[in-house]
């Protein structure tokens, strides 16, 4: 996509150029722009896209079976010597022929060995193939819906990503900002006689190691960014900047989600299971064709219509019409039935394969909504301990500051008040994002689609 078209789209899409710096361009995005932008853009897709594509021309090829194939053009033969006669003489011949038309080439009394129109058909395998490769087409369509949701799933993840990484820059610099202001304070009560030099170093490595934590902060911001252009498959040069500064609480399931709906849902509408019920059935239909395709005839028809001209040479003669036609009906048993008998027994293996995945698949399936049940009742849980948990540190932190400056309280109360308030709200801040993953892979667990 050029780039004038890519930002036409962003922009339709609510991405907004904020700013640019050292020939980055910085856009901020949200969540469901992100997802709009993965489903047009993600190459990943694309290429289950093309597979789709290949299962729908498989399936118009199976059919495609049925038609015959056509020939027509010109030939001509010369001869001159010896010919021998079927009762073993032999005569001097020097004749020319040439045909044109519906078969080619046609010489003397035989039959055009490249017929105009012929049909060589299994009959078996004309039955039976276009069932299996209708299956296979549902697979592949499944796989591509399975596609979508794992990808949602990714650029969602890559999304929070940005956000936690963006508010934790912000905490970071909060915490910084603090361990600075307790550093001088310390330093100035130990240059006072009022307190310890001892404490004033271990405030000043402290307000080192927030300003080192800021840093690490950035970074994580410039690789969530990078993550989220890189699965958006958008230009080299865009940085991207998500527009909720704080993570924005889901809520897919304002009533407690009940673990035996959950199951019965994803049961009915995962794409996985889906693919693999489609695979079964598309070797079934194979081994239904290995099963009776000893007993279904194969069918060879041909038919043929030139102009023919026969002549000796030297002479001159006109074209005649002439019309061949050709019908064979007949069974066949390969190597006495024994390599028939083979891939029968290869093809019986073959579905209990495809059984033994879909049994798999289903397992598969009730774990996982298991385990994301699991997830979003913690997280939500987790997310108002920890909300409690924010507002009393921070009231901590702040109770301990006046304590310092009215002369009641030691510095280093302070600074353990600061690391835990921190602390609490980097939890707090995974948290949030966690509840709101684990609603969308509840979602993806039950085979919903997901869309904001």
């Known amino acids: 996509m050029k780039l004038k078209s890519l930002f036409a789209f962003l922009l339709s899409s609510s991405l907004v150029v904020t700013s640019s710096f050292v020939q980055a361009e910085v856009m901020q995005i949200d969540l469901t722009s992100a997802l709009r932008l993965a489903n047009d853009q993600n190459t990943d897709l694309a290429i289950q896209l093309e597979r789709v594509k290949r299962a729908e021309i498989g399936k118009d090829i199976a059919w495609h079976q049925w038609l015959p194939t056509i020939r027509a053009g010109y030939g001509t033969a010369d001869q001159n010597g010896p010919l021998q006669n079927t009762n073993g003489s032999t005569i001097d011949a020097d004749r020319t022929a040439s045909s044109k038309g519906f078969g080619l080439?046609?010489?003397?009394?035989?039959?055009?060995?490249?017929?105009?129109?012929?049909?060589?058909?299994?009959?078996?395998?004309?039955?039976?193939?276009?069932?299996?490769?209708?299956?296979?087409?549902?697979?592949?369509?499944?796989?591509?819906?399975?596609?979508?949701?794992?990808?949602?799933?990714?650029?969602?993840g890559a999304y929070y990503e940005l956000v936690q990484s963006q508010r934790q820059m912000t905490i970071a610099g909060e915490a910084a900002d603090n361990a600075g202001a307790l550093a001088k304070a310390t330093a100035d009560f130990a240059e006072a006689g009022e307190g310890l030099q001892a404490d004033a170093e271990r405030a000043g490595v402290?307000?080192?190691?927030?300003?080192?934590?800021?840093?690490?902060?950035?970074?994580?911001?410039?690789?969530?960014?990078?993550?989220?252009?890189?699965?958006?498959?958008?230009?080299?040069?865009?940085?991207?900047?998500?527009v909720d500064s704080m993570i924005v609480p889901l809520s897919f399931f304002p009533?407690?989600?009940?673990?035996?709906?959950?199951?019965?849902k994803a049961l009915t509408n995962r794409p996985e299971l889906k693919r693999y019920e489609a695979l079964v059935k598309a070797e079934k239909a194979?081994?239904?064709?290995?099963?009776?395709?000893?007993l279904i005839p194969k069918l060879g028809a041909t038919y043929s219509d030139t102009n023919y001209k026969g002549r000796i040479s030297g002479t001159s003669s006109s074209y005649d019409n002439r019309d061949e036609t050709s019908i064979a009906l007949y069974w066949e048993l390969e190597n006495l039935g024994f390599t028939s008998w083979a891939k029968k027994e290869s093809q019986q293996s073959r579905v209990r394969e495809a059984q033994a995945r879909e049994q798999q698949a289903e397992s598969d399936i009730i774990a996982d909504v298991h385990l994301a049940l699991a997830q979003c009742r913690a997280a939500g849980k987790q997310v108002e301990f920890l909300k409690e948990a924010v507002d009393r540190a921070r009231k901590a932190f702040e109770l301990s500051q006046d304590r310092i400056y009215e002369g009641q309280g030691l510095p280093l109360e302070a600074l353990q008040a600061m690391?835990?308030?921190?602390?609490?709200?980097?939890l707090y801040l995974n948290v949030s994002a966690q509840r709101n993953l684990s609603q969308l892979y509840l979602l993806a667990a039950t085979g919903d689609e997901i869309e904001l």
């Open 419 to 426: 690391k835990a308030l921190e602390q609490v709200e980097s």
């Open 255 to 264: 009533v407690e989600p009940q673990l035996d709906s959950l199951l019965n």
């Open 105 to 156: 080439p046609t010489v003397g009394s035989g039959l055009a060995p490249k017929p105009g129109v012929a049909l060589e058909l299994d009959l078996a395998e004309g039955i039976f193939q276009p069932l299996a490769a209708s299956q296979k087409l549902k697979a592949a369509q499944a796989e591509e819906m399975e596609a979508r949701q794992n990808l949602a799933l990714e650029v969602a």
């Open 286 to 294: 194979t081994l239904n064709q290995e099963s009776w395709g000893l």
């Open 206 to 242: 402290e307000s080192l190691l927030q300003k080192h934590n800021l840093e690490a902060a950035r970074i994580r911001s410039t690789a969530a960014s990078s993550r989220l252009v890189q699965l958006l498959r958008l230009e080299k040069s865009v940085e991207l900047a998500a």
